[in-house]
């Protein structure tokens, strides 16, 4: 549950009601999740993030919007975020990725944990050659 009031389509006015529509143009779909909905509760906090967002996950860039997807999965799920794993995985899905894509990228999360712990633990020296 969350720690602060979800805003309701009703209660949406001014630069929320703005940033709600914009979020709603943007993807093409009416649904505000409850992201949205909490930070909703300080206007600016969410006309800053949405605009971030937007910029970096639908901008123009050399990374295709399913990759960045994936991206995100993986650091949410570094992060420990449920919320945008959960999000972000049915992102992904709308966009093309299949139950062994999805595999595949757990896959990889699991060997980059692992080995990150490991190199971590060990606290093994950067080679210099990988340094730029």
């Known amino acids: 549950m969350a720690v602060t009031t979800l805003v309701t389509d009703d209660l949406a006015d001014g630069k929320v009601a703005e940033v709600f529509?914009?979020?709603?143009?943007?993807?093409?779909?009416?649904?505000?999740?409850?992201?949205?909905?909490?930070?909703?509760?300080?206007?600016?906090l969410l006309e800053r993030t949405w605009l971030e967002i937007k910029t970096v996950m639908t901008g123009p860039g050399e990374l295709d919007p399913l990759t960045r997807e994936l991206i995100y999965i993986a650091v949410s799920t570094a992060n420990g975020c449920s919320y945008?794993?959960?999000?972000?995985?049915?992102?992904?899905?709308?966009?093309?990725?299949?139950?062994?894509?999805?595999?595949?990228?757990?896959?990889?999360?699991?060997?980059a944990g692992k080995t990150n712990h490991l190199a971590e633990s060990l606290q093994v020296e950067v080679d210099k050659a990988f340094i730029a």
């Open 21 to 44: 529509a914009d979020i709603r143009e943007t993807r093409g779909s009416d649904f505000i999740n409850n992201f949205w909905r909490a930070l909703a509760v300080d206007a600016d």
């Open 84 to 111: 945008c794993i959960h999000s972000h995985t049915a992102a992904a899905r709308a966009k093309g990725m299949t139950d062994a894509m999805h595999a595949e990228l757990l896959s990889v999360i699991g060997l």
